[in-house]
């Protein structure tokens, strides 16, 4: 019996989160043993260049030295305490001295906490129930959220989820990814009623789609204009594309913002982030409650600061440069074999996309070719190049990936995608 016909004897599906299961390009998926830097092993000793890094949440490489010890030295002092820290008070005045928009900070152990947060803080400072999403956004399992998903709701191609009563998505209002007309025509309907719109800055759920010239700047604007609240999911951009995220990178100031990934270090760490009048309408000071017996773990906020005390702009530039050779090198070798592809980058994240025109929303992430994608991904796993199980993820280079791991992948892509070709 392998280790995943064990998995799936007692864990749904054999896997804790589904994107996991290989669902979405087939086969069983493999286990990891241990990880270190670029590199995952599993059991056997086989060894993967790894482009997954955690859904992104290791930026500096898997079990980098200083998060390590970091987390070490915090867990010989106790692993959960249900009481206030010293390093959660850090870890909240490292996001405020980094986020110009963020006054005070909650923590929590999730993106999906984080979402559940924001929205309820949302409707509970405006008095408003309905909450503006965009179609492929994904926010975590909220139940209010799920409604047109990205991430693993796209990869399975679910309507939401079951489960997800009709009451519970009836003030939730669903716009296409970068539609300004449709945005327009929401508000000018709802505008009174809108609690709150979430967005994805760069879109990162259904792949990487980024948004076009305009639209961050249009949705603070209409905000403002009807008096909503403008809600940044930050969980992947936060603190990887650049030290103030996505919000400084295109230079456009939401009300409230949610990190998540990278601010925890690897670890389960997230938070939510906005104006100290606005933050304190939660719950001791404020009637919004939320709660949680792990927020502000003593090892994830250890694993949080060691890890954003290593990033400046130097290894973000660094970052980048590793993430467009990796773009313009896959972009070059899978055109030459006849393949049809895109190959998006915001700053340190990459995209990949088997699509003959640019993918600016979910329609036309949908309408990628997928199967390609599956042929492709496993191409490359006969190779010991770990991507993304699904079409709808993006690409992660971390500060352990160097000039020899990315040449290798390029040329392993192109070998790669001759095999997809010739096997057609």
Known sequence: MTLFDRARAV?????????????AVGGDPFFVQRAQGAYLYDPDGRRYLDYVQSWGASILGHAHPAVVEAVQRAAELGTSYGAP?????????????????????????????????????ARGATGRDKIVKFAGCYHGHVDSLLV????????????GSAGVTEGTVADTVVVPY????????????????????????????????????????????????????LVFDEVITGFRVGRSGAQGL??????????????????????????AALM???????????????SGNPLATAAGLAVLELLDDALYASLADRAAFLVAGLTTVLGEAGLEVQVPRVATLSGLFFSPTPVLDYEGAQAADVKTHAEFFHAMLRRDVFLAPSAFEAMFV??????????????????????????R
């Open 148 to 159: 047109a998903a990205g991430s693993g709701v796209a990869t399975f191609g679910l309507p």
């Open 178 to 229: 970068n539609d300004d007309r449709a945005l327009d025509e929401v508000f000018d309907r709802e505008g009174r009623r809108i609690a709150a719109v979430i967005v994805e800055p760069v879109a990162a759920n259904m792949g990487l789609v980024a948004p076009v010239e305009g639209f961050l700047a249009r949705l603070r604007r209409r905000c403002d204009e009807h008096g909503a609240l």
């Open 250 to 275: 295109f230079g456009v100031t939401p009300d409230l913002s949610m990190f998540g990934k990278v601010v925890g270090g690897g670890l389960p760490l997230a938070a939510v982030g906005g104006p």
């Open 280 to 294: 304190d309408e939660l719950a001791p000071l404020g009637s919004v409650y939320q709660a949680g017996t792990l």
């Open 11 to 23: 864990i749904p599906g054999g896997v804790s989160s589904p994107v996991r299961s290989f669902g």
């Open 398 to 423: 971390s500060a352990a990936h160097g000039w020899p791991e990315l040449e290798r992948t390029v040329e392993l892509a192109a070998a790669a995608a001759t095999e997809v070709v010739k096997s």
């Open 85 to 121: 820290t010293e390093r959660e008070v850090l870890l909240a005045e490292a996001i405020v001295q980094r986020v110009p928009s963020v006054e005070k900070v909650r923590l929590v152990s999730s993106g999906t906490e984080a979402a559940m947060t924001a929205i309820r803080l």
